[in-house]
């Protein structure tokens, strides 16, 4: 399987920097060389279940303009395009998947995922190679996928696409999130119990990062594929912070030679550690491929080759008890890659 950086990213879902010409003057070398990490947590790491948890989310925050503008919706990725959204002092460009078979009459509530892509890709190509469009219609959910920030002669803003790097500032995008939540729920029906994000690669310490703020109070559940809290000397540090909502999250990583600036393992890994102690439920998947595509099949031709991921949104709806799941006790789906698992530290002994 070749890396990422080599492959087309019309072809990959998991890459971080093919293509880019943005990115500081670090290699792969400089990413932190730690040891691997137990396949478990040690028994004698401190860990803390809270009694206590928040049942229901907080309502939506406000849009920082005022008055919310109307929003493009359609099914696919190029009528879903909201090409001019303002939030704060900024314009910015995202998509907003509405599948043909929500009934804007209807009184039911549809879950509504985030959708972060990697560094050098676009909304465009993150909802090509997610299967956004027909898992959208498939599974009933809504999607809103964020292209990075641009500034006015077309050059990213973050050098790594979001803004997760110490010389960053995280202000103008953790607005647009609240921006974006706050008018799609004003403008469709969202059950505010089934908001879940997704991301990849860049996107995936970008949706780390948000879920060390607040806005973590919003979430009922992530995946993190190919994330983590990424650590690179005198350039990116992240560390976690808790939040009183211990939201279900999927670790997704590809093994030993996870590697692209970031040490991808060691990154998925602390997180991982991190969500355990902290009382999150959590599922891991490693597989052996890399910072690359993970070999993920669809369980029938007629299936996603994310259901996977879906299907662990649907079970993990907002307020469940910390470090529980359904999937305690029933186990992963039939369909679950060999290479997932529940830590052990979750399970009854």
Not at 211 to 233: I, K, M, N
Not at 269 to 285: E, K, M, N, S, Y
Not at 296 to 306: L, R
Request: with cysteine; hydrophobic share 40%.
């Amino acid at each position: 399987m070749r890396p990422l950086a080599t492959l087309s990213l019309s072809t990959v879902l998991l890459t971080l920097c093919s293509g880019c010409t943005e990115a500081p003057a670090v290699t792969a070398d400089a990413a932190l060389d730690a040891p691997a990490a137990e396949a478990d947590v040690p028994a004698d790491r401190g860990r803390v279940v809270p009694t206590e948890w928040p049942r229901t989310p907080p309502s939506p925050p406000p849009y920082s303009l005022g008055r919310c503008p109307v929003l493009r919706t359609g099914p696919d990725s190029a009528t879903a395009l909201n090409a001019d959204f303002p939030t704060g002092t900024s314009r910015r460009q995202f998509r907003l998947l509405v599948p043909r078979n929500y009934d804007p009459a209807g009184s039911d509530r549809w879950p509504l995922v985030f959708a972060w892509h990697w560094l050098a890709g676009t909304g465009e190509q993150m909802v090509r190679e997610a299967d956004l469009e027909r898992s959208a219609e498939r599974y009933r959910f809504l999607v809103v996928v964020p292209d990075q920030q641009r500034d006015a002669s077309d050059r990213a803003v973050n050098t790594f696409t979001w803004p997760f790097l110490l010389s960053s500032d995280p202000r103008p995008e953790q607005l647009f999130f609240d921006d974006l939540l706050a008018c799609v729920s004003g403008q469709l029906r969202v059950d505010s119990a089934r908001v879940h994000g997704m991301g990849v690669s860049a996107g995936a310490l970008w949706l780390t990062a948000l879920t060390s703020t607040p806005r973590a109070e919003y979430f009922a559940s992530v995946a993190v594929l190919s994330g983590g809290l990424g650590y690179v000397p005198s350039v990116l540090r992240m560390e976690y912070t808790p939040e009183p909502n211990k939201f279900p999250s999927l670790v997704l990583w590809g093994g030993p030679t996870d590697r692209l600036i970031v040490n991808f393992e060691d990154a998925s890994q602390r997180l991982r550690d991190a969500l355990l102690d902290d009382g999150h439920f959590v599922v891991t998947c490693t597989h052996d491929r890399g910072h690359a595509l993970p070999p993920i099949e669809a369980p029938t031709p007629e299936e996603s080759k994310f259901v996977f991921v879906w299907r662990f949104y649907s079970d993990h709806p907002y307020g469940l008890a910390p470090a529980t799941s359904p999937w305690i006790t029933a186990g992963l789906p039939a369909f679950a890659p060999s290479w997932c698992g529940i830590p052990q530290v979750l399970l009854p002994r």
